[in-house]
């Protein structure tokens, strides 16, 4: 049977006009994009053709001006130029880590702001999309769950941080040429910045198959994974509707500490969340389910917790990304030991799954993984603490 969608008190704000007054055309769908040409005035027998073309000038090359977009006709493209604009969330900021890693500060709608981050590998670069302005979860390891949840993003604020990075990695095939072959810069989409992308699913759903189009970015469902926490009633439309991979936060091998690291975990619980996992749709042993688990010090990391592991998620495919806890200021808890956490994934390797160790990327500029938090908001905690010591 098939679960009605969930709903949260979340404030997703409708589409709203740029500044000009102009319908913005990043993020709306392929039927949304036609429905919006025909609207201001496109005749329907040329709606899909012109529906075509516009969209890959913006998702195929990257073409923010109308007037460059030269198989439609001039006076068609000054038609498009007084109906809509091309627009995308702004840069506000970007740091480059040692090891390459690119985090951006980026200003939406109202004002807001979001962190987006890049990691090149030696095989392919991994870009690290926000789903919401804050989280709703408040996972107790996790800087980003500290931030109150502000509202879900819009489908094309979430596909503009795609967009912001091909720009800022220089991706776009250059003018007149056809879009470059070579090993891509941006290979993958990980739905793992700021929010749990199941409480904004429409919005993530409609991005996510914009960058899959053929016509467009044409990332492999395979190249995105989407991170949730246990939202259960939405794991199998993930599977449905968008066919990504999925990697689920899990973190704990017993409910009582997960309900303290994972709180969703007190409406949805181990046995619940593996119960949906074990009926994914999309789940074989090409199309393994990821589980995220972040290692802390004397708290989830005991060889115990390592065999309850193999226990719980016997019958699923599946591999066990291992993570080192990343630190922030006032974080309640350690980093287990490298020692504790090798011989943690011995034991997963040894039952049979594959148990990397992910290696901490762009520490030194606060982008790793359960770091991301907006600066403003690091600002103004900052501030309220400068200003309580101050008894003011």
Known sequence: ???????????????????????????????????????????????????????????????????????????????????????????????????????????????????????????????????????????????????????????????????????????????????????????NIVLMGMGEPLYNFENVRDAMKIAMDPEGISLSRRRITLSTSGVVPEIARTAEEIGCLLAVSFHATTDPVRDTLVPINKKWNIATLLDALRSYPKVSNSERITFEYVMLKDVNDSDEDAHRLIELIKGIPAKINLIPFNEWPGAPYQRSSNNRIRAFADIIYKAGYASPIRKPRGEDIMAACGQLKSATERVRKSRKAIEAEAGL
């Open 1 to 187: 049977m098939t679960q009605a969608p969930i709903t949260q008190d979340v404030l997703t704000i409708p589409r709203k006009l740029p500044e000009s007054g102009l319908t913005n055309l990043v993020g709306l769908t392929r039927e949304g994009l036609k429905a919006a040409l025909i609207e201001a005035g496109t005749p329907e027998k040329q709606a899909k053709m012109r529906t075509g073309q516009v969209w890959q000038w913006i998702y195929q090359k990257g073409v923010r001006d109308f007037a460059e977009m030269t198989n439609l006709a001039k006076d068609y493209r000054a038609f498009l130029a007084e109906n809509f604009v091309i627009e995308l969330p702004e840069i506000v900021t970007k740091q480059v880590s040692d090891d390459g890693t690119r985090k951006y500060l980026v200003r939406i709608a109202g004002g807001h702001e979001v962190e987006v981050v890049y990691i090149p590998e030696d095989s392919r670069g991994t870009l690290c999309i926000s789903s919401q302005v804050g989280c709703t979860l408040t996972c107790s390891f996790c800087h980003t769950g500290t931030q109150k949840l502000v509202r879900n993003l819009t489908p094309g604020e979430i596909i503009g941080q795609v967009m912001l990075a091909r720009d800022d990695l220089g991706e776009w095939p250059e003018p007149g040429r056809a879009p470059k072959d070579e090993a891509r810069l941006l290979s």
